[in-house]
Each structure stands twice: as C-alpha cells, then as structure tokens.
C-alpha cells in the first residue's frame, strides 16, 4: 500500500523505534523489543502527580508498540528549550542515563519540533520520538480496513515531511562542506517530492471514501432511526459494550487503539425503538492533530450522531482527566453540543466509595460493567429515555377517511395513544423534526419531551 522512500546515507543507530527508512506504515523494528528511556517535562501549572500519571500513560503507550520502557527522567521547566526541549545540559543527562540503561531510544511525552529532535539525536546519540510518533505507529499496527490504513499514512507522512531533513547530516541542507552539497540535497528533494506525491494520491482516496461514509450516513438518517456514537478514552470498554448489546464481533483487547475502525450496529432499546450505534475510535491525552484530521471522516459520525454514550474507565488512575480529553476532541472535531450520556465502565472493578462520588458529580450519569453485564438494562434505558427527551410528542387529529395517515403515523414515530372519535382518530405520537414536518397539516399541538 506504500510507497518505500529510501532516504540515502542516513545516520543510523541501534535499534528501528523512530528509524524512518523503508514503509511508512511502521516506525518500530519488531524483530525485538527495544529498551526506552522515557522524559516527561513539569512545567507551571502541572503537578508532579500529572507526570507520574503521564508517564505511566506513555509507558503503555510505548509497551503497546512493541517496547519495553527501562528508565524514566522528570525534569521542571519554565518553558521549553527551543533548540533540544530540556536544554543541552539536561540532554547530556538523559545521554548518560540512556547508556547506563542500554537504551536504543528516548521518548518525550511532549511533542519535539523537527529541529528538536535532530538536535537530541545528535547529543543523545541514538533515536529521539515523541508521543505523537509512538500514537501513530500503534494507530499503523493497528489498521485494517483500507481507510483506516489510509488515514494512518496520510497521517505518518505528514509528521514524517518536515523530520526529513534531519535524518543524518548528509541530507541536512545545513550540512554544507565538499562533498555533501549536491547529492545529499538531490536524494532529499526527491525524498520530498515522492512523500507529497503520496499525500496527495492518499487525500484523494480518502476524499472518495469520506463520500461514500457521507451517502451512507445520509441513507441511515432517511431510515429515520436515532444514532447514538459511543465516545470514550482508549481502552474504556466501549468495543466490549458494543459486543455485549449487538453481538457485533468487533476485535477487544486489553490495550490501547485496538479499534480505529468505526462499526455501526443496529440495536432495539426496551422501550422498543430501534437506534443505530456506532463505535468509534478511543481518544488520548495529546492526541496528533493531524491524525484527528487524517480520520475526520470516521470521526464525523460523532458530530451527527443524535446521542453521544460516553463511556469512561470508572476503575481509572485519573477519569476526569480523561472525560476532559474526550471532550477536547469533541470539541475539535465540532461535536461538543451534541447531548452526552456518561456512562461509568468497569463498576465491578472500581473503588465504590470513588465510584459513587463520581456519580454524584455528573448528574445523570450511571454505573455499569460491560464485561459481566451488570447495569447494562438500566443503561439501555436511559439511552431510550435520553433519546425520547430529544424529540416532541404531537397531537394529531386524522379524519375517518384518511387511514393512510394513520398507517405513515406508526411509521414514521412512536405512537403513545390512540383514540378513535366521532370526527376522526386522535393520535399521540413521538415524532423527530422530518416526520412533523410530512404530518404538519394534522398537528393539533404538541408538547416537548416525556409529556404525552
């Protein structure tokens, strides 16, 4: 599916975490586990506590990619260094400890401008990475449907363009000297112009794909079905949910991104409705900006979405942490006024005490374990009765001689009550904003919500 972009005499070191020669779909060497040195930076405003609980976060990351973390180095800042991040006296530290550790490669959990990490590898004397580049080679492990696979490229590519010309100092066009001027500069243009090339071609795939994920989105809504999108941080239990309520088979593993393609299931509430649900990739504290680009077609299912299901990790280090970060992308992605339900996950497994100070904060929420199938009814119920409050319950006055009305009314909503009278039947009925619209001319009033 790649192209191979070969990148000429370039500086090598032990170790594939971060080495960008052969397919871009991966920047891990997986024939072994590399040893990782991990970096977190406190600046002002953040606590210790937040960079513990960062690092653990990114030492999963790492783990999930293939690699084992070693080490790790915290170091407080005012601000970032604007050539190596940490400045080059801690740099020389996190060198020192890298070779004490035999590690192949550093990672910082904050994300380095190209510069940056040119200039690190050339103190640390190894491989330099970022967070970002450790999301997107678990997003390119991770793929399998060809527009997953495609965003994730789209996605490497871009990160990978402006890291270029740092990749060894015979492509550097700061280089200089005889002998390094004209091929060095000639492998990196056509480097460049291959990868754009690639870009390109990859974009206007992925512009047929959003067109066809848009017409079939648009023949859901004709069906008239709600949809409800489970949103969440990564490895929340939302694929288990979705498995548990539709039998959809979708893959569940006990790691983070195990699922970046969006499936839609159809599903019939207790109350009887039917709603389309659809799970949706996980999101994660500093997620790359051109990877929540890269799957903006997957992730405007959310943004049309009726309801949003947000299922938290109730037995996690730090949950409002990470119901902050989903938000953050909802935000991003232009669905942050879409009605959310918060549903807190792994009640079996939480600590109850915490739990229930958790529901009492966020009004409306609910407890439930997707794994034994505890509180999963109730869960559904408030689905249905969330999903009921958002549209109207109207009145409809039909003459004896138009049964054909009666017939789209049951067809097109819910009908509450039924009553037949001298001039005609009196209907009822829950209906969303197309079907009022086609039995307008009947409406004898209406009512918003739960009342009938």
């Not at 949103?231 to 039998?247: E, F, I, Q």
Request: glycine share 10%.
């Amino acid at each position: 599916m790649t192209d191979s972009i070969e990148e000429g005499h370039e500086e090598t070191h032990r170790g594939g975490f971060g080495e960008f020669a052969g397919e871009a779909t991966g920047l891990i060497d997986r024939s072994f586990r590399e040893q990782i040195v991990l970096v977190g930076v406190q600046f002002p405003g953040s606590s210790g506590d937040q960079i513990d609980a960062n690092l653990d976060e990114l030492a999963q990351l790492v783990d999930t990619a293939g690699a084992d973390p070693v080490s790790r180095v915290v170091q407080k800042r005012e601000a970032p260094d604007p050539a190596t991040f940490v400045g080059k006296g801690k740099a020389s530290e996190i060198q020192e400890e890298s070779d004490q550790a035999d590690a192949d490669t550093v990672v910082f959990d904050d994300e380095l401008s190209p510069a940056q990490q040119f200039n690190l590898e050339k103190i640390l004397k190894r491989s330099a990475l970022d967070r970002t580049a450790v999301i997107l080679d678990i997003f390119a492990q991770n793929a399998t449907t060809l527009e997953g696979k495609a965003q994730v490229e789209l996605a490497q590519l871009k990160y990978r363009l402006p890291r270029l010309r740092g990749r060894g100092n015979q492509l550097s066009q700061q280089g200089g000297g005889i002998g390094t001027r004209g091929p060095g500069e000639t492998q990196l243009e056509v480097d460049r112009r291959r990868i754009q090339r690639r870009l390109a071609k990859l974009e206007k795939d992925l512009t047929g794909l959003r067109r066809t994920r848009k017409n079939q989105r648009k023949s859901r809504r004709r069906s008239r079905f709600h949809t409800v999108a489970i949103v969440g941080y990564t490895n929340a239990g939302k694929s288990t949910l979705l498995n548990r309520l539709t039998g959809a088979g979708v893959m569940v593993e006990d790691r983070l991104f195990a699922t970046l393609d969006a499936t839609t299931r159809r599903l019939q509430l207790p109350g009887g409705e039917t709603v389309l649900m659809t799970d949706t990739v996980g999101f994660i504290q500093k997620l790359p900006t051109d990877l929540v680009e890269a799957f903006k077609s997957t992730l405007e299912e959310v943004g049309e979405a009726d309801l949003l299901l947000h299922v938290v990790d109730g037995a996690g280090s730090d949950p409002e942490a990470q119901m902050e970060a989903v938000r953050l992308v909802l935000r991003e992605i232009g669905a942050g006024d879409v009605p959310e339900l918060v549903a807190f996950n792994k009640s079996d497994m939480a600590d109850g005490e915490e739990l229930h100070h958790m529901l009492e904060r966020h009004e409306g929420s609910l407890a439930f374990s997707a794994r034994t199938g505890n509180g999963v009814d109730e869960l559904l119920a408030s689905v249905g009765s969330r999903l009921r409050s958002l549209t109207e319950v109207v009145q409809l006055r039909i003459p004896w001689s138009r049964g054909d009305v009666v017939a789209a009314a049951h067809r097109e909503g819910e009908v509450l009550l039924e009553q037949h009278e001298e001039d005609g039947t009196l209907l009822s009925v829950r209906l969303d904003d197309i079907s009022r619209e086609l039995l307008s001319e009947f409406i004898a009033n209406s009512t918003s919500g739960e009342t009938s």
